[in-house]
């Protein structure tokens, strides 16, 4: 399950990195993702929007067995 993971992240990567940022994966257990947001993302007040509009969006449409995605320090 943690290659689709790293799939569907790389999936959205590029448009992350377009604005400064990135995202790492931190760990994936029991269907929830942990990530941690780099860059300009990291402090961003949108991040929070990011992670579950998009980051979260897209990992739950390629690895629908996840149920939630989580952002960590």
Do not use: F, H, Y
């Not at 994936?28 to 929070?48: F, N, Q, Y």
């Amino acid at each position: 399950m943690k290659e689709k993971v790293e799939a569907a992240l790389n999936a959205i990567r590029p448009a992350l990195q377009n604005d400064g940022g990135d995202v790492e994966l931190v760990d994936v257990s029991d269907g929830i993702v942990k990530v941690r947001l780099t860059g300009a993302c990291g402090g961003c007040p949108m991040s929070t929007m990011t992670l579950k509009m998009g980051i979260e969006r897209v990992i739950r449409e390629q690895v629908p067995e996840i149920k939630e995605v989580l952002s960590v320090e």
